[in-house]
């Protein structure tokens, strides 16, 4: 195994727009397949996809992505569920010999974190790896663009998340 950071597929590197101009290869084989919430994914972990999915590019994750959103989801919500759990109970609980020890949910808080995290990371979700993820040979936004002409819009709702919009000419 070469040391050093992992390569980066050849789709990641188109979408960079290649600085380097090294060959990309056109034989590494491409996830196909429409990004699929599966069936267990419901409640909060359904919301959380949900989340996710619309916070990054269109087309970034595809049907090969779902096992690691799945995880994603379901870690962040038992995450969640043990937060709640400390916050009721306290930090500690009473051990079987009647002596203070650290509540169980810590050490559940611990293991989604650090799934979550890995998870997050490997589908693009935190800062240092959203920088491996620029996208390239895009077209500068103009200061007027949207105004006139059909050009896009960038919207916030009041819960601000971004929406995209296309304004009209007519």
Same mark, same amino acid.
């Given at each position: ?11 990641? *590197? ?18 196909? @397949? ?29 049907? !090969? ?14 995450? *969640?569920? !043990?937060? !709640?759990?400390?916050? *009721? ?46 996208? @390239? ?13 059909? @050009? ?19």
């Amino acid at each position: 195994m070469k040391p050093g950071p992992p390569p980066k597929p050849s789709k990641l *590197r188109r979408l960079e727009g290649n600085p380097a101009k090294r060959p990309i290869s056109e034989r590494e084989p491409q996830p196909v @397949g429409p990004l699929l919430k599966p069936d267990f994914v419901t409640g909060e972990a359904a919301k959380e996809w949900d989340r996710a999915v619309g916070s990054m590019p269109d087309g970034l994750y595809t049907a !090969a992505d779902a096992p690691t959103l799945a995880v994603y989801a379901v870690s962040w919500v038992l995450f *969640r569920n !043990a937060l !709640a759990q400390v916050a *009721r109970e306290g930090m500690s609980s009473i051990g079987s010999q009647g002596q203070p020890v650290a509540h169980p949910s810590i050490a559940v808080l611990a293991k989604q974190s650090e799934i979550i995290l890995r998870a997050g990371d490997r589908l693009g979700m935190s800062p240092s790896a959203r920088t491996r993820l620029t996208l @390239g040979d895009q077209e500068k936004a103009g200061k007027f663009d949207g105004l006139l002409g059909g @050009g896009a819009l960038r919207l916030a709702t009041t819960d601000g998340r971004p929406v995209s919009a296309r304004s009209s000419s007519s």
